[in-house]
């Protein structure tokens, strides 16, 4: 079920009480966990080093970009930054929650893409976020996995740890957040996911249904209309909630990077990746919120467009050899599958 965002149900649930250090400590915690991502991934790397932009934004606000070019690991990796604040509501929040017209806002959060050297090691997504407008405010964010060959093995330890994230604060989190990430980095115009999902949730302000997307009649709402409305969380439930997703990342990555990054490749695996890398682009500059929004508030172009990958191809037509890796990431990897309950003998669990 998605609520309305005009009806009285919603206005009540976003007029609890926020701590008044509420945009401190989330900044706060944003920039920490910036910090610890680019730290852990410089030492992975061995060989890159982030070089760090910081920013300002005319109308209030600004950031830090941090970007890693040419590593032995990475060919390149952006984690940002940014806290940004007005007074003109940007059209994509406006459409989402009309209640908010009238106010200033106030966002904050952390956005990362990784595009890995090796067609074995995934590329990977995160971004965090927090919004405040008026009496309106929400967590959102999410994590997702973009394998260019299939390796059930890592799709499953993604899928694990982040559910054992999830399931530290609740145990609808994951199953709902899970299918709404299938939901939403998926490419229509295609008709096939961007990779293997992870987290994606937005709206969360402790009231009413988890799930808050626009396809009322998909699994995503079906299994939440199911769960019904939840017990009222706090703010700081949800802080707490959002850490924990953003601090289980490494645990979640690392441990693929470190077991496929010195996989021997050739030029079929590289010219694969750099094909695949194109659907990368398509959503990013077609589908993702956070471009949009990011353009919309007149954010740093340089920051916004970070996540795009260095070097990419398109090929007419292509269609992967039958019985090969790459068909199997068509067949199985592009589509939602149970990763966390996962058989190996059953290609679909």
């Known amino acids: 079920m998605v ?52 920013w300002e934004r005319p109308e209030g606000g600004g950031g830090r970009s941090r970007i890693l070019r040419e590593g032995a690991i990475f060919e390149q990796a ?6 940004v604040w007005g007074s003109h509501l940007p059209p994509s929040i406006l459409a989402q929650r009309p209640e908010a017209a009238g106010h200033g806002f106030y ?5 990362m893409v990784l595009h890995p050297r090796s067609p074995y090691v995934p590329t990977v997504h995160l971004n965090y976020r927090y919004f405040e407008a008026g ?39 994951y199953p709902v957040f899970k299918r709404w990430c299938d939901e939403y980095f998926y490419l229509k115009h295609r008709g096939e996911t961007r990779g293997v999902g992870g987290l994606f949730f937005d709206y969360q ?9 626009p ?53 079929r695996e590289r010219n694969f990746q750099l094909y695949r890398r194109g659907r990368y682009v398509e959503f990013n500059l077609v ?13 740093r172009t340089e920051s916004i467009l970070m996540s795009l990958p260095p070097l990419v191809r398109w090929e007419y037509g292509y269609q992967p050899e039958p019985n090969s ?24 669990s």
């Open 3 to 54: 609520i309305n965002s005009q009806t009285p149900t919603m206005r009540a649930e976003s007029t609890q009480t926020l701590p008044t250090d509420a945009k401190a400590r989330v900044s706060q915690f944003m920039k920490q966990l910036q910090d610890k991502i680019t730290q852990t991934l410089a030492e992975l790397d061995g060989v890159g080093k982030f070089q760090e932009d910081t």
């Open 107 to 111: 966002a904050t959060g952390t956005s």
């Open 325 to 348: 890796p790459e068909a199997e990431l068509y067949e199985i990897f592009l589509k939602p599958q149970d990763w966390v309950n996962w058989i190996p003998s059953s290609p679909k």
């Open 135 to 173: 009496p309106v405010w929400w967590f959102g964010g999410g994590v997702d996995l973009t394998p260019y060959y299939p390796f059930a093995e890592d799709a499953v330890h993604f899928h694990k740890t982040l559910k054992q994230a999830c399931d530290a604060h609740h145990p609808e989190y």
């Open 287 to 299: 589908y993702d919120r956070g471009t949009i929004f990011g353009l919309q508030t007149n954010g």
């Open 78 to 83: 952006g984690v940002g930054f940014s806290e």
């Open 205 to 213: 302000e402790g009231r009413g249904s988890l799930y808050r997307g």
């Open 215 to 267: 396809e009322n009649d998909g699994p995503a709402a079906s299994y939440s209309n199911q769960v019904g409305t939840l017990e009222p969380r706090s703010w700081e439930e949800l802080f707490a909630f959002a850490q924990e997703c953003g601090y289980a990342f490494l645990p979640a990555y690392v441990p693929i990077v470190e077991k496929r990054h010195k996989m021997e490749y050739g030029d």
